[in-house]
């Protein structure tokens, strides 16, 4: 199995070398390949901050990733409950942060937005405590 980094996704995705995005998307089809939860966090970064897509755009191509038949993503529940959370409005790293949480008793932060955008959804497990 081959890992790859995120500027291989990064080319995959956006397509703005055609040459490194062809071979991209080969490195990518030819053999099963890892992608590192690290990986993830990077690439909602370089789309957001380099790229400026939005975040429906981004959590669509993570979650496309994380379904894809030959791919394998670390943390990946984790990660496409994070790329879901994106949508309705969380920053990605810390809806990871926390969905990487799940199984502990409370997630501390000294982020109030984070706290109090958590607390309006009922479904948030760990809770979120501002400290």
Not at 23 to 28: E, F, H, N, Y
Not at 62 to 79: H, M
């Amino acid at each position: 199995m081959r890992a790859v980094d995120t500027n291989v996704l990064v080319r995959a995705l956006v397509q703005d070398d055609p040459a490194q995005g062809r071979r991209a998307l080969a490195c990518l089809e030819d053999q099963p390949v890892y992608v590192p939860v690290t990986v993830i966090l990077e690439l909602e970064w370089v789309l957001r901050s380099r790229y400026g897509f939005s975040s429906r755009t981004i959590a669509d191509a993570i979650e496309k990733i994380a379904i894809l038949e030959n791919t394998v993503v670390g943390e990946q529940d984790a990660v496409v409950a994070a790329a879901s959370k994106l949508r309705s409005g969380w920053d990605f790293a810390d809806a990871l942060h926390h969905a990487l949480a799940a199984g502990c008793d409370e997630f501390a932060t000294f982020d109030t937005t984070l706290a109090k955008r958590a607390n309006r959804d009922a479904a948030t497990t760990p809770p979120i405590t501002a400290v």
